[in-house]
């Protein structure tokens, strides 16, 4: 896992010089198909992927977008008219069986089908019209890190090059990953603060909900520790009444309007003297608990490549921390077949 996360720059670079060309015709072609929804398939990590596109859609191409439930095809049987439908299915596998279900069915009921995959002689590739493989290379950690960054920067390229817009600032996010990982010292020792924790909550808005929930699944497989992930606005409509100093909060909180966004949150957390560990810009976690930077200028549809690499070295190391590793969590496999 440790490799894996330090490998990402690279793998984002690969990326970016291979993967565009052929992100380019796939764009081109959605472009012309002209459609007037997205929907997303997807489970476990790709599913927050898919959540951070959804966002992608709806703010850059502006069109509605949705994530779709497999049990509604693949346990009821469901048929829905998805004529002028884009359906984009994200899988680091592409094996899970109700996803590649699911992709025929769309295909069958008139949906443009797209795969993103890390693995692209996959079931799921060959069951969409259209494949992007995120080259990402074999991962071998259970728990997914760099598939996972890759699938997010497929996904922005694509939407960027369906939009005719310009994605030249994401050719700066390898060396502002490498930035990133230089905070591994200081995330063991965040570690070490919270190694006894028995329950957390993550939150961010906008773009950055992925981020938390993709940062409390991680948690959940690698440490075992009571992971809940809320979107900032949730929080205060309810669980924020669970929050005390006993119960750590780590809040994404970047510079442009997700994190904005946070503000009032971060207000009522400060009330309630819960101990918030912030992931963001400089500003906005100087008053926190604890906290990682995140460089500047950064725009906000790319920062949720940067704020969970911290989180993911935040799991690696609190597992170690507690005992465990994090490579074989306990009754995991790579490979989910979920049917």
């Known amino acids: 896992m440790a490799a894996e996360i330090a490998e990402q720059p690279t793998r984002w670079h690969r990326l970016l010089d291979d993967g565009r060309p052929t992100i380019a015709d796939i764009a081109a072609q959605i472009a012309a198909h002209r ?6 398939v997807a489970r476990g990590t790709s599913d927050h992927a898919a959540l951070y ?3 992608l859609v709806e703010i850059v191409l502006q069109i509605p977008a949705g994530l779709v439930s497999p049990s509604t095809v693949t346990v009821y049987g469901a048929r829905p008219d ?4 884009l359906y984009i299915a994200v ?3 592409g094996g899970s069986p109700d996803l590649v279900q699911s992709v025929e069915v769309a295909r ?10 890390n693995n692209d002689t996959s079931p799921l590739a060959d069951a969409a019209e259209l494949h992007i493989d995120v080259l990402a290379g074999p991962e071998k950690s259970v728990a997914a890190t760099k598939s996972y960054t890759s699938e997010l920067l497929a996904l922005y390229l694509l939407m960027t090059h369906i939009a005719g817009a310009d994605d030249s600032a994401a050719t700066l996010l390898p060396e502002l990953g ?6 591994d010292d200081q995330v063991r020792t965040v570690a070490q603060r919270y190694r006894f924790a028995q329950r957390l909550i993550t939150t961010g808005r906008g773009y950055s909900y992925p981020t938390a929930r993709e940062a409390a699944l991680k948690l959940m497989e690698t440490s075992y520790l009571s992971a809940q992930a809320f979107s ?3 929080l205060l409509h309810g669980p924020l009444a669970t929050v005390d100093p006993q119960v750590p909060v780590l809040a994404v909180v970047p510079a442009g309007a997700g994190g904005e966004a946070m503000r009032p949150v971060l207000e009522r957390l400060a009330d309630r003297d819960a101990d918030v560990f912030g992931v963001g810009s400089p500003e906005r976690i100087a008053n926190l608990t604890g906290g990682i ?3 500047d200028g950064v725009p906000d549809a790319l920062s949720p490549l940067l704020e969970i690499i911290p989180l993911q070295q935040l799991a690696l190391h609190l597992a170690i921390a507690r005992g465990g590793d994090p490579d074989t969590p306990r009754g995991l496999r790579k490979v989910t077949e979920t049917l």
């Not at 069958?108 to 995959?117: E, F, H, S």
């Not at 490498?178 to 905070?183: F, G, I, P, S, Y």
Request: glycine share 6%; net charge positive; hydrophobic share 45%.
């Open 35 to 40: 459609p007037r929804f997205v929907q997303f």
């Open 53 to 55: 596109a959804k966002y």
């Open 82 to 85: 998805l004529r002028d439908v």
């Open 91 to 93: 899988s680091q596998s």
């Open 108 to 117: 069958a009921q008139g949906a443009l089908t797209v795969a993103i995959t």
């Open 178 to 183: 490498e930035q990133v990982l230089k905070a």
């Open 232 to 234: 900032g606005a949730d």
């Open 293 to 295: 930077a995140l460089p």
